[in-house]
């Protein structure tokens, strides 16, 4: 069985998809199963992304077989005459197809349950390779599964993501343990950080000594920054004890600039805060187009604090909407301080929140001009003491400004919520 020179097995990742090749969709099915064997210490060795194709296809597995002791194909499993994975791969192995009985059947329910007849075509995908594992997919139709030759294992699974993460779950990582593939595992613990340039942020944690087996990166993501501690440890609870102090004294370096750890985004960490705070919160958005509202409902239960978003996106509404004063329209403009406060405070008054925060901005990739180029936003905070004004630049497309302004708005209402915010006042 072939391992690293620690020991660790070693695994090829093939994603399988015209669609892939084509960049239709993302491949975030392979960085997903990588990350999955990291934790049980399985070392991805090489990740292929290979048409519908039967030669592509067992071209990869070929190679993965030269490569390690495992291959986890994902693709390819469907219904239709396009998803050839199974008649490739089990040609390779020298197997027949043939009918999987449990399969047809829970294949059959599942359609029963949804009403409607089972097409013909379906019953292909109950064929699986002689001899194999299959795994149950409770979720959809095409099973997971598992081939073994001379030491050598090959695990198939579904494309569409959900079921792809459900029979790695339940069926293939337990097979990993129980054959004794797994080993020390990658673990990692995430700050995230908002408010500060990359290059601020290094300056400001650089001095912070990090062991040498833990490595640290710096992870950029529209408006926020990732930092994200690794190592190898023989479990989570282990690793996040080794790591405690190494994270204690980031957070002490870093204070209001971090606002969560591990998965948790900021319009979570908002809403807990405002919740906490018995605080209501209402926006006002313009070139965000409802962005804002949408991150915040993301988040279950957050109607217990936010009451609303309005969308203003013409002139237009922002008067009839949220009262903003035609004559500071005229004289500064849509994006403006002045124009970002009064709809901040329209909003306040029309939801009747504690706290409302306004986004107003060029978001390109047309419409700026010299003084106000694309990447320009206004934001607007109002709250029983006063309203509050900033203007930001950001450099990128539209969706990268919009998203970045998002951050920024939340970013805002969290920081006064904190007691640490100082901006422009635009008081009465």
């Known amino acids: 069985m072939n391992k690293t020179d620690r020991g660790t097995t070693k695994a090829t990742v093939i994603a399988i998809g015209d669609e892939l090749l084509a960049g239709f969709v993302v491949n975030n099915n392979a960085a997903y199963i990588s990350a999955e064997l990291a934790r049980v210490g399985i070392k991805t060795a090489r990740q292929l992304v290979v048409g519908d194709d039967a030669g592509e296809i067992t071209a990869a597995v070929e190679t993965a077989r030269s490569v390690g002791a495992l291959v986890v194909c994902t693709g390819g499993l469907g219904p239709t005459p396009d998803d050839v ?3 490739a791969v089990a040609k390779y192995f020298g197997r027949e197809l043939v009918l999987h009985r449990p399969t047809l059947e829970e294949i059959e329910r599942h359609f029963a349950r949804r009403k409607v007849p089972m097409p013909e075509v379906n019953v292909g995908q109950a064929m699986v390779p002689a001899s194999a594992k299959v795994l149950a997919n409770p979720i959809g139709t095409a099973p997971g599964v598992i081939l073994e ?52 942020l290094y300056e400001l944690v650089s001095d912070i000594p990090i062991p040498g087996d833990i490595a640290l990166g710096y992870y950029p993501h529209a408006g926020e920054i990732l930092l994200r501690f690794s190592g190898r440890s023989t479990d989570e609870v282990t690793f996040n004890e080794l790591t405690e102090h190494i994270v ?32 209501t919160l209402a926006a006002a958005e313009s070139c965000t187009g409802g962005l804002l509202g949408k991150v915040l409902t993301d988040v279950p239960g957050s109607s217990d604090y936010f009451l609303g978003s309005a969308v203003t996106y013409s002139n237009e509404a922002k008067v009839e909407v949220l009262g903003v004063k035609p004559e500071t329209l005229e004289t500064y403009g849509a994006v403006s301080e002045e124009t970002a406060a009064e709809m901040a405070e329209g909003a306040r008054r029309v939801f009747g929140a504690d706290y409302a925060v306004a986004i107003t901005g060029v978001a390109g990739p047309g419409g700026g001009t010299p003084a106000k180029p694309v990447g320009t936003v206004c934001f607007g905070l109002c709250r029983s003491a006063g309203t509050l004004t900033f203007t930001d630049s950001y450099l990128g497309d539209r969706r990268r400004i919009r998203r970045r302004a998002t951050v920024r708005a939340m970013g805002l209402v969290r920081l006064d919520l904190l007691g640490v915010l100082v901006g422009d006042s635009k008081e009465g």
């Open 85 to 87: 994975t199974l008649d």
């Open 149 to 200: 030759d001379g030491g050598f294992v090959c695990f198939l699974l579904p494309g569409v993501p959900d079921e792809m993460e459900v029979i790695l779950a339940r069926g293939i990582l337990p097979f990993l343990v129980e054959r004794g593939l797994t080993g020390e595992g990658v673990f990692t613990r995430t700050l995230r950080i908002t408010g500060i340039s990359e290059s601020g």
């Open 248 to 279: 204690a004294e980031f957070r002490g370096k870093l204070e209001h600039l971090l606002y969560g750890e591990g998965d948790d985004p900021i319009g979570r960490v908002l809403g807990e805060l405002l919740r906490g705070n018995g605080k």
